[in-house]
């Protein structure tokens, strides 16, 4: 089993179950088209997604042993990673490239980097040729599908796969100034040939293929054979200027300056320990050797040190002369705003006089609330009406409550004579002189339980006689 196989078994859902779905990727099912269209989709849909997978991982090898993660090379190699024991090779292979041509998922590598047009690939192009065979095949009159579905031989462009590194590669450069947007192809290389996969760096030919996506589809980048720039926001470039071509040439040299200056730094360290070593062993010619080498190579270090200085400094002021550039561009664009706007304001006599009609209306707004809020406004004269009529409801109700005093006055009145009048009759019964002192008792708690029900309401009032009036019977004669 090799190895871009194994990485299907071992990646892909739809291959997984060897047992259930295996059998039927490897079949041919072309006639599942008329039959089963759901079913052929789904085969081809799994195929397309392995086979783009299994680019990204640079897993598929070109013609020339190099690993691409864009372009997909089909051949008698691919069917030779992808053959098995128990089902030998894929029989639709040639199916599946064929309709991802035609729904542009692949694109042939030479008419890609030719075209000049952008690839529309939410249309598929119908030729009229593919509506008469589908018409022949209705009717019966073509075989559709049938004999030995031959494999497509080339080089393919994987869109899917330059989409997602075109998507990283421009959210990578977002917000950078025109200095850190302007590279060499190799200083490109080096920046963004691990855009799709850190793990395996894109090749020449990939990067062929990136950059023709970004200036042709995306109109994100121009560049000609010394220069890379990436085009800003609202910038209508459509060409390298000298002033880009210097700049990337100026970072090449610093990233050449810095490259040297790190292997001569660890060219002094490795002197150093070899002439340690040396006289260790008491070996003084190789001692000399190595210092005198490692003098040389100080030397060259600090040259090589003052020259990346001045390097960084030239850059730095060409930033500095760029965003001036830049920020005068931005100046003038807000220069014809202001103009444009003050010409629609008009004068300033003009603009006095709608303050002025302004004013007058607020004015005349606040003057029509002020009259509003008058209908409600109480008058002195309302208040010594109201007041008036404040003491006249408080008379009334002292009058009220004096009437229910002499009522209440008069209730405890006739409650005594009533009790003097059965006293009476206590007396003429000739009623023993205990049951007399008894009945003079009851008498006066039933005058101080008269008094402490005034401040209860009339339904609570209950005498000691209405709660036991067994004790207050009076005996028979």
């Known amino acids: 089993m090799g190895e871009l196989l194994r990485f299907i078994l071992s990646t892909e859902a739809q291959f997984s179950n060897s047992k259930r779905r ?45 690993e691409n993660l864009l372009i997909l090379s089909t051949g008698e190699e691919l069917l030779r990673e992808l053959e098995t024991k128990e089902w030998g090779r894929p029989l639709a292979l040639g199916t599946v490239v064929k309709e991802s041509l035609e729904n542009k998922q692949l694109f042939p590598l030479q008419e890609f980097l030719t075209r000049s047009e952008k690839i529309n690939t939410n249309t598929r192009a119908i030729t009229p040729w593919q509506v008469l065979a589908w018409g022949l095949r209705l009717l019966g009159l073509a075989g ?41 192809k190799s200083l490109f290389k080096t920046e963004f040939e691990r855009a799709l996969n850190s793990r395996h760096p894109l ?32 910038d209508r470039s459509t060409t390298i200027t000298p002033e880009d071509g210097a700049i990337a040439s100026l970072k090449t040299l610093i990233a050449d300056q810095t490259s040297q200056i790190a292997t001569l730094s660890r060219r002094v360290d490795e002197l150093s320990v070899v002439a340690r070593k040396s006289v260790t062993v008491n070996n003084k010619a190789a001692a000399m050797a190595a210092l005198r080498s490692k003098k040389l190579a100080e030397t060259m270090l600090t040259k090589r040190a003052e ?10 002021s060409i930033r500095h002369a760029a965003d001036q550039v830049e920020m005068v561009k931005v100046m003038e664009a807000s220069t014809g705003v202001l103009k444009s706007l003050h010409k629609q304001i008009g004068s ?39 007041d008036e009529e404040f003491e006249a409801m408080e008379r009334e109700e002292a009058e009220k409550r004096a009437k229910m005093e002499e009522a209440e006055t008069a209730r405890r009145l006739a409650s005594l004579d009533e009790l003097e009048a059965r006293g009476a009759v206590v007396k ?21 339980r008269i008094s402490l029900e005034e401040e209860r309401p009339a339904a609570e009032r209950l ?8 004790d207050h019977a009076v005996p028979a004669d």
């Not at 080339?154 to 998507?167: H, I, P, Q």
């Not at 990939?206 to 085009?231: P, T």
């Not at 007058?360 to 109201?386: A, K, P, R, S, W």
């Open 307 to 316: 020259n990346l200085a001045q390097l960084e400094e030239i850059l730095n």
């Open 22 to 66: 295996l059998p039927a990727l490897y079949s041919d099912f072309r006639q599942l088209h008329e039959v089963n269209p759901e079913g052929y989709t789904a085969n081809i849909s799994a195929w397309q997604s392995a086979l783009a997978h299994a680019s990204r991982e640079g897993i598929i090898p070109g013609p020339d042993g190099s």
């Open 463 to 470: 005498t000691h006689k209405d709660r036991h009036p067994e």
């Open 348 to 386: 300033v006599d003009k603009v006095e006089a709608v303050v002025d009609g302004l004013r007058d209306e607020m004015t005349q707004v606040d003057e029509v609330g002020q009259v509003i809020n008058e209908l409600g406004h109480v008058t002195g004269e309302d208040e010594v009406e109201v």
């Open 428 to 448: 003429s019964a000739a009623i023993p002189e205990k049951e007399r002192e008894k009945s003079v008792e009851e008498s006066i708690e039933a005058l101080k």
């Open 144 to 184: 559709g599908m049938s004999g030995e579905d031959k494999l497509p031989v080339g080089r393919f462009v994987v869109l899917k796969n330059v989409e997602e590194a075109t998507n990283n590669v421009l959210k990578e450069v977002s917000g950078r100034d025109r200095v850190d947007r302007t590279f060499s």
């Open 203 to 234: 090749s020449r030919a990939d990067l062929d293929v990136l950059l023709k996506y970004l200036s042709r589809d995306k109109n994100a980048v121009v560049y000609d054979d010394e220069a890379i720039k990436f085009v800003a926001p609202g």
